[in-house]
């Protein structure tokens, strides 16, 4: 086993906020509102999950991104997703698309699906100043690409981006090197794991709920999000009776001025009256 490792405690818990985004999809975000403006180098994520068709199917149409990076990670259901750079492409149960704004894309993300449940995560990692004018990309994977790690007594971990026991999640040579775990664990039982403590870390409960005894109501219930604490190098959960889904999302802060409007995350308000007069003038998309 482990020589001795440090917990990280929990630095806050918070409940996301229920909002529509893209022409009328119904969401919770966690990050990117009033509470949470942002959490270096995290600006976005959200929880989109209906079974009704009316809070999903009008999708997320054509739309321009810079500056960011974009992760979609389905649970249910499919995305279709098209661009301007000529990727096209369906995310599917258990997939995952890591997609790279850079100096600019146009893309729709539309629900492929017209009945069913729908459900998945989107998360925006910011870039550094000096990617942000980079050249756009993206990395799709399916779910047989993710490897799952069966960790101990009723614990699974699905490891989509960094490293975790020996196993390398398929999503690599982002900026950043973040990690994006999707971890199971069975009613009351615990799991810890090492996670260094220099990087920002948020957790999200999708489904059941954690004990958490620094606080009040001693749980996170989903769904809730989590803060750990910076400083120590590990990340101790133990789930309620009824069990937990959480993802685990850790990233290294990017101490940068952050100047935000809509899709478009750039350092200066310069640079961001620059991006909306390129989008009318016909050079926002630099295809070369
Ligand atoms: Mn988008």
Known sequence: MHKALKHRGIKRLWAPMVTTDGAGVTLRRSIGTGTVSHLDPFLLFDHFGSSNPEEYIAGFPMHPHRGIQTV????KGKIRHR??????GVIEAGGVQWMTAGSGILHEEMPEMTEGR???FQLW?????????????????????VPLERAGDGVKVKVIAGKFDGLEGPVRGVSGAPAYFDISIKGNKAFEFELRGDRA????????????ESFDDNEAQAPEALEFKSGGDAISLRATEDGASVLVIAGSPIREPIARYGPFVM????????????LRNGTFIKDD
């Open 83 to 88: 661009d301007s750079v000529g990727n096209s």
């Open 72 to 75: 979609t990670y389905m649970l």
């Open 267 to 278: 350092n200066t308000e310069e640079e961001i009256k620059a991006t909306l007069e390129e």
């Open 201 to 212: 870390v948020f957790g999200y409960v999708y489904r059941g709920g954690l004990k958490i």
């Open 118 to 120: 729908l459900e998945g």
């Open 125 to 145: 990692v910011n870039l550094r100043s000096n990617e942000k004018m980079s050249e756009p990309g993206y990395q799709e994977f399916s779910a047989v690409d």
